[in-house]
Protein backbone atom coordinates (compact mmCIF):
# COMPACT_ATOMS: atom_id res chain seq x y z
CA UNK A 1 0.00 0.00 0.00
CA UNK A 2 1.69 3.09 -1.05
CA UNK A 3 -0.43 6.04 -0.12
CA UNK A 4 1.36 9.78 -0.31
CA UNK A 5 -0.72 11.27 2.53
CA UNK A 6 -1.33 15.10 1.87
CA UNK A 7 -0.09 16.10 4.93
CA UNK A 8 2.25 14.82 7.98
CA UNK A 9 2.30 15.35 11.74
CA UNK A 10 5.50 14.14 13.17
CA UNK A 11 4.71 13.53 16.82
CA UNK A 12 7.52 11.27 17.75
CA UNK A 13 9.20 11.88 21.02
CA UNK A 14 6.32 13.19 22.24
CA UNK A 15 3.67 10.96 25.09
CA UNK A 16 0.17 10.49 25.74
CA UNK A 17 -1.97 12.93 25.60
CA UNK A 18 0.53 14.96 23.34
CA UNK A 19 -0.22 13.24 20.34
CA UNK A 20 -3.30 12.60 20.42
CA UNK A 21 -3.95 16.46 21.46
CA UNK A 22 -2.11 17.82 18.05
CA UNK A 23 -4.17 15.24 15.90
CA UNK A 24 -7.20 16.82 16.77
CA UNK A 25 -5.68 20.01 16.39
CA UNK A 26 -4.12 19.18 13.37
CA UNK A 27 -7.36 17.38 11.23
CA UNK A 28 -9.13 20.36 12.07
CA UNK A 29 -7.11 22.65 9.76
CA UNK A 30 -7.32 19.86 7.15
CA UNK A 31 -10.27 19.52 4.27
CA UNK A 32 -12.78 16.59 4.35
CA UNK A 33 -11.14 13.72 2.14
CA UNK A 34 -7.64 15.01 2.79
CA UNK A 35 -4.82 12.26 3.99
CA UNK A 36 -2.81 12.96 7.22
CA UNK A 37 -0.19 10.35 8.35
CA UNK A 38 0.56 10.36 11.88
CA UNK A 39 4.52 9.72 12.51
CA UNK A 40 4.37 8.35 16.60
CA UNK A 41 6.83 6.50 19.36
CA UNK A 42 4.72 6.42 22.02
CA UNK A 43 3.41 2.84 22.40
CA UNK A 44 -0.61 4.10 23.47
CA UNK A 45 -0.99 5.51 20.35
CA UNK A 46 -1.68 1.96 19.06
CA UNK A 47 -4.87 2.26 21.62
CA UNK A 48 -5.40 6.46 21.08
CA UNK A 49 -5.65 6.87 17.74
CA UNK A 50 -7.90 4.47 16.64
CA UNK A 51 -10.24 5.33 19.68
CA UNK A 52 -9.84 8.57 18.42
CA UNK A 53 -10.91 8.15 14.76
CA UNK A 54 -13.62 5.68 15.81
CA UNK A 55 -15.14 8.23 17.96
CA UNK A 56 -14.96 11.34 15.73
CA UNK A 57 -15.73 9.32 12.18
CA UNK A 58 -12.20 9.74 10.91
CA UNK A 59 -11.54 6.57 8.61
CA UNK A 60 -8.22 5.00 9.79
CA UNK A 61 -6.55 3.58 6.40
CA UNK A 62 -3.29 2.41 7.46
CA UNK A 63 -1.38 1.54 10.39
CA UNK A 64 1.99 -0.03 11.23
CA UNK A 65 4.86 0.06 13.70
CA UNK A 66 8.98 -0.74 13.17
CA UNK A 67 11.82 -0.73 15.54
CA UNK A 68 9.59 1.67 17.76
CA UNK A 69 8.42 3.89 15.01
CA UNK A 70 4.57 3.62 15.06
CA UNK A 71 2.47 5.33 11.61
CA UNK A 72 -0.85 5.93 11.07
CA UNK A 73 -2.61 7.44 8.08
CA UNK A 74 -6.41 8.99 8.34
CA UNK A 75 -8.62 10.20 6.30
CA UNK A 76 -10.93 13.18 7.26
CA UNK A 77 -14.20 12.72 7.29
CA UNK A 78 -17.01 15.14 7.31
CA UNK A 79 -19.79 15.96 9.93
CA UNK A 80 -22.26 13.29 9.30
Known amino acids: ?3 EPDHILDATGLYCPEPVMLLH ?12 QVLA ?13 AFLGHELLHRDECEGQYRYLLRKQGAG
Do not use: H, Q, Y
Request: one cysteine or more; charged letters at 30%; a negative charge.
Open 1 to 3: MNL
Open 25 to 36: NRIRDIAVGETL
Open 41 to 53: TDPSTERDIPKFC
